[in-house]
């Protein structure tokens, strides 16, 4: 029978299968509901062009959900079809989150030597706290787009700091500062020109051991459950149906698609389940908190790129904001500056209409609820205006909400915390509390929002609790 079985080979379902097939004498069986490919070789080239995001309405590697939520679909998951933005979370991240998590697990002290072992980093390799034989290729761009360059200049001449790693440990700022805020070029995850997801540095890698198998368009649809343990699943591939048994289950599915996992198989809200007439296995508070970064865009005239390139090159950071110059056009002739709440105090729910997998998933963000986080957005507006010499319009309510979206980052939907914690689904292993052989390993288990873009974090989570299940 199978070691483990992993549902998703996403960002996190490919390091974690990796690492586990590393030992031969463990089994390792990938189910992912996208497209897999036989070798990296046969992955299509737009898919591995970083200067193109391939989410549009004609993708057919997106999950697709309300509110224009989408996540990838596909081997490498989301890490397979993202701008490459490599950045990790702050010190005063993982301070909260091994706190939340009642576990110095996450601490920074403890995580930083696993963040050095993942990388490559081209530009700072040799320095403290970074690596330079890891599988992840990380670097800077070198020739910024016009719109990258114009935007770095203004932000020093209005005086901001530049920060040339934005990945630096916080030895290498002054005494008591978590980073310094400033603008900076943006780590990316990228070898020769090319998207270096988790699927081309991990998983296909891996793909000639005997000991592993992955296998495409294969959706999960419920976990089977002995008691209080769970023994395998049950997947559906077009018309067919079938079972997988194994001695335990990783949930790597996203942070959507694993919490909608966990409900239809049972483990809950009481009475969401009751209401779509699934038998209550284990009442938790599976999707009754999550988070995601909201994003105002604030757009201008602007000529049209040159050429395409990564969609985010430069950053600045202010505190909890994060101000993002896409080099790419989302709306002929007009350029965009997103202004990002990157610790907002609102939260949303993730919900199920239907206990049927093909019905999508609905999640309330709860955007802009908080007062605070309005007037956190408003400041990230006004310095937008300054950067870029724009005129600064009335920036109530009603004018953030007409330019609201989001920044694609949710998490924390099967939150991790100690038993006692009413808010937790998972211990701070990814664990599920009263399930013997499940756990969840990706986004849906980090249990404070990040003050960076999460590929980072899900690369070096899947990592370390691959290494836990490992021993």
């Known amino acids: 029978m199978t070691s483990t079985l992993v549902v998703g080979a996403g960002s996190a379902g490919c390091v974690l299968a990796a690492r586990l097939s590393a030992d031969p004498a463990h089994t390792v069986l990938v189910l992912e509901a996208g497209p897999v490919w036989a070798s990296a070789a046969e992955v299509p080239a737009h898919l591995l062009d970083p200067g193109h995001l391939p989410v549009g309405p004609d993708s057919g590697v997106v999950w697709r959900y309300q509110g224009n939520i989408v996540r990838g679909k596909l081997i490498g998951g989301s890490g397979a079809i993202n701008g490459s933005y490599f950045i990790r979370p702050t010190a005063a991240d993982f301070a909260e989150w091994s706190a939340a998590a009642g576990s110095a697990l996450w601490s920074f002290d403890a995580v930083l030597p696993l ?8 530009d700072f390799g040799s320095a403290p706290g970074h690596g330079a ?3 992840i290729p990380v670097q800077r761009t070198t020739d910024p787009a016009p719109v990258s360059r114009e935007f770095a200049l203004r932000c020093a001449a209005l005086g901001f700091t530049e920060v040339a790693d934005l990945n630096a440990i916080p030895a290498e700022t002054p005494p008591g500062v978590d980073r310094v805020d400033g603008f900076g070029r943006v780590p990316l995850a990228l070898s020769r020109g090319r998207r270096a997801g988790p699927a081309l540095t ?4 891996a793909l000639a051991r005997s000991n592993l198998t992955v296998t495409g368009r294969t959706t999960v649809t419920r976990l089977m459950l002995r008691g209080s343990r769970v023994v395998g699943v049950e997947w559906a591939r077009g018309r067919e149906r079938g079972t997988a048994f194994a001695d335990r289950v990783i949930v790597c599915a996203g942070a959507v698609e694993s919490a909608a996992l966990l409900i239809r198989s049972g483990i809950g809200p009481e009475s969401r389940l009751r209401s779509l007439g699934v038998p209550v296995v284990l009442p938790a508070p599976v999707g009754a908190w999550c988070t995601d ?3 105002i865009g604030i757009e201008y005239p602007g000529p049209v790129p040159e050429s395409a390139t990564v969609a ?5 950071e202010l505190d909890d904001l994060e101000l993002r110059p896409y080099t790419p056009m989302f709306t002929p002739g007009l350029r965009r500056l997103g202004v990002a709440l990157m610790s907002p105090e609102s939260t949303g729910e993730l919900t199920l209409g239907s206990a049927d997998p093909s019905v999508p998933a609905h999640i309330d963000q709860g955007y802009l609820r908080s007062a605070r986080d309005r007037d956190r957005l408003r400041a990230g507006v006004e310095v937008a ?12 309510d009603t004018w953030l909400r007409a330019h609201l979206g989001t920044s694609q980052h949710l998490s924390g939907t099967c939150r991790m915390g100690h038993a006692g914690d009413p808010r937790a689904v998972v211990d701070e292993t990814g664990r599920v509390h009263g ?24 690369v070096l989570l899947a990592a370390l609790i691959a290494d836990l299940h490992a021993v």
């Open 293 to 295: 970064h909201p994003e």
């Open 312 to 316: 985010l090159e430069y950053v600045l």
């Open 115 to 122: 963040l050095a072992e993942l990388e490559s980093d081209r």
């Open 202 to 205: 991990h998983l296909y890698p």
């Open 435 to 458: 399930i013997e052989g499940l756990t969840v390993a990706d986004l849906s288990v980090v249990p404070v929002p990040l003050r960076r873009g999460p590929q980072a974090a899900v």
């Open 133 to 135: 034989r890891g599988p």
């Open 385 to 396: 205006a300054r950067v870029l010499g724009l005129p600064l319009r009335t920036v109530d």
